[in-house]
């Protein structure tokens, strides 16, 4: 299992160990699934932007997904807001493309950018259309935290001092959503929060 992300996956504002792709592998309910979880995940990508080490979400599937990989979840990016309109779009399709090339067997599950308010800039929702549209189209699992409500009815415990990355709370929170989105694929049913289907 492949997470790539940028840093709400890796622990930033907390520690790497506080992430929440380390909380579910280190989950002794989830350890039932013999899963290996790699955490390619890095601090300000995108599917566009450029984070840490050159880093975006393509160049991870590049570097962290195999034919051995039976699952890919890529999640956000807030990063990608102010991006040319539908270039945020063309990336993420061709980050799907690549993961489906490596990893022909793999379930792909995309979630969208979060919000910590109910009133989400229409930057942020213009981006988590755009990435629905690349999922739909590539025949992935969309999940949207926007409709959803994560995080913003509980964003003052949930997110840190920052205002901007979870807390150990959020990182627990967010373990928890995405395990129950994972657990069904792993049974070989469909995820519980009712992502678009495919």
Do not use: C
Request: proline share 8%.
């Amino acid at each position: 299992m492949v997470i790539i992300g940028d840093s709400l996956s890796t622990g930033h504002g907390t520690s790497p160990a506080d992430a929440w792709p380390t909380l579910m592998e280190n989950d002794p309910a989830f350890k039932q699934f013999r899963a290996t979880v790699v955490n390619a995940a890095k601090d300000g990508s995108g599917y566009v932007s450029v984070g840490q080490d050159g880093s975006t979400f393509g160049s991870q599937v590049d570097t962290a997904v195999t034919d051995t990989t039976r699952l890919v979840l890529f999640f956000g990016s807030e990063n990608d807001m102010g991006t040319a309109p539908g270039e945020t779009e063309i990336a993420a399709s061709q980050a799907f493309a690549s993961a489906k090339a490596r990893a022909p067997l793999a379930d792909i599950v995309v979630v969208g950018p979060p919000s910590y308010t109910g009133m989400p800039e229409q930057e942020r929702l213009d981006i988590r259309d755009q990435d629905q549209a690349a999922a739909l189209r590539a025949g992935a699992d969309f999940v949207d935290p926007i409709n959803l409500g994560w995080i913003m009815n509980d964003a003052e415990n949930l997110i840190g001092p920052d205002g901007d990355h979870p807390s150990k709370a959020g990182q627990q929170y967010l373990q928890a959503k995405m395990e129950a989105l994972i657990e069904p694929l792993l049974h070989g049913s469909r995820p519980a929060e009712q992502p678009v289907p495919r």
